[in-house]
């Protein structure tokens, strides 16, 4: 098995839970948002609208992930939709007073790296409702208590941005690293490439006046500390050394220009 068919296995034993939506638009965007971090269950309990799968605004927020919102389990009941889940997260604000641990959202998340380690476990994200969120008793229902850390007094989020934000945190948590650049591949040049670069642009500085040879200053060393930094490749050096040779080249060629003209 490869890191992507790995990450799928995983991602597929995680469900994101929408306990009593209002807003048919909400569980579209967040059908899109599980699935553009690599999800796919989403579970849907006791809908204001029994028909969100086919509605048009629902349709129209899920764009791309459409057959995430269709494919959508729905639920009478939160029991119903953790059934066969071994560990559920609440997802809500504050702790309650007789309520479950409290942890945040990186936390849960890295907890659920680890519970996804092992093949037989699944975990499920809870989410209440947009105006009043999830009830004790709800939460009753969930091992966990998770909240997404946000600045107070203005930490009211969307529920649509709620599940974004818990699948971008799980997807970093689940996820092989991303794939590596090919230009961070390249190595980085010589120093003996870089020595003749350097003298090729201190010739082009001192053709456009730029430096003055009889008092350089510290030009040179700065230049060579911020190569030096910057580990060009050998390509950039053949762009910079291509620039530095424009450089001389339009320079001799207004000198002989002026030449004839005198």
């Excluded at 948002?33 to 609208?49: D, N, S, T, W």
């Excluded at 850390?149 to 989020?157: E, K, R, Y």
Aim: aromatic fraction near 6%.
């Amino acid at each position: 098995m490869n890191d992507a068919e790995d990450f799928a296995a995983r991602a597929g034993r995680v469900r994101f839970v929408l306990v009593q939506p209002a807003h048919t638009g909400n569980i579209g965007a967040a059908a899109r948002a599980i699935k553009a971090m690599g999800f796919a269950r989403l579970a849907v309990v006791a809908p204001r609208e029994p028909a969100f799968q086919s509605d048009p605004q629902a349709l129209a927020w899920a764009t791309h992930a459409r057959d995430v919102l269709i494919g959508a389990a729905v639920y009478e009941t939160l029991p119903q939709a953790l059934a066969e889940t071994t560990y559920a997260y609440a997802m809500t604000g504050y702790a309650r007073e007789f309520g479950a641990r409290f942890i945040v959202l990186r936390e849960a998340a890295a907890e659920t790296a680890m519970r996804l380690a092992r093949t037989d476990e699944t975990v499920a994200f809870v989410f209440g409702t947009e105006r009043t969120g999830l009830t004790n008793a709800q939460v009753g229902h969930c091992q966990a208590c998770c909240a997404i850390p946000a600045q107070p007094g203005a930490d009211s989020l969307n529920l649509a941005q709620a599940v974004q934000l818990v699948a971008y945190e799980l997807r970093l948590a689940l996820a092989p690293p991303p794939p590596v650049s090919r230009f961070a591949a390249e190595p980085a040049a010589p120093l003996a490439s870089l020595e003749g670069m350097l003298a090729h642009l201190e010739q082009a500085l001192v053709a456009i006046g730029y430096l003055d040879p009889q008092a350089p200053g510290h030009l040179m060393p700065r230049l060579r500390r911020l190569l030096a930094r910057a580990q060009p490749t050998a390509s950039d050096i053949d762009i910079l050394r291509g620039i530095a040779a424009a450089i001389i080249a339009r320079k001799s060629e207004r000198r002989g220009r002026k030449a004839r003209a005198d």
